[in-house]
């Protein structure tokens, strides 16, 4: 191979945006975590600074352009999928925020709609998580907090259980929850 062809072209380039238009779009219908989203970003940038170091002027310029257009900006919160003991540890009761647990089944309707709900509910407020536990991978975690029946929310902050409700109840309990453990007042708006 010549050395000429060896050369990154427009073609890499226009590769690196696709991929960038599609980690976008996963990450605004939220199928992918922020760390995944911030991991691969990060990667395209890495990949198209690379690139356009081998190409020659003009196109380097016009790649540069592509390459600050590329999103690292932090999403509010985060929804957390509990594995294990360890996870829930690290990522809710050491949580720097406030923690809403959903404690769900795969086969529990009730938790078809409580899951997406509390998503939906939670996703304005930037200093407050979701962690969704299956109580069927997580009998520690079941066990350690009495969850008796699904779906089961438990609010957490500091490390501390400070509220919690069992079952589907309406959205203005799941607001008023949401709301005081973003630190909101009842006047606020």
């Known amino acids: 191979m010549k050395p000429d062809e060896m050369l990154p072209t427009l073609r890499n380039i226009k590769s690196v945006e696709y991929i960038r238009n599609e980690v976008l779009q996963h990450q605004r219908h939220k199928n992918l975590s922020v760390s995944v989203y911030h991991s691969i970003t990060n990667c395209l940038l890495r990949m198209c600074s690379a690139l356009c170091h081998g190409l020659k002027s003009p196109a380097r310029r016009l790649a540069i352009l592509k390459v600050k257009n590329i999103s690292t900006s932090i999403v509010h919160n985060e929804t957390i999928l509990v594995k ?40 304005p407020h930037n200093n407050l998580d979701l962690a969704i536990v299956d ?55």
């Open 84 to 123: 294990n003991n360890d996870e829930f540890v690290n990522k809710v009761i050491n949580n720097d925020k406030a923690v809403i647990v959903n404690f769900h089944a795969e086969w529990c309707e009730p938790c078809k709609i409580l899951t997406p709900k509390l998503k939906e509910l939670i996703e």
């Open 135 to 189: 109580v069927e991978e997580n009998a520690d975690l079941v066990h350690t907090f009495e969850v008796k029946a699904v779906p089961a929310v438990i609010a957490i902050r500091n490390g501390l259980v400070v509220d919690k409700f069992i079952g589907l109840v309406d959205t203005d309990m799941i607001n008023n929850l949401i709301d005081r453990m973003a630190g909101k007042k009842k006047g606020d708006a």
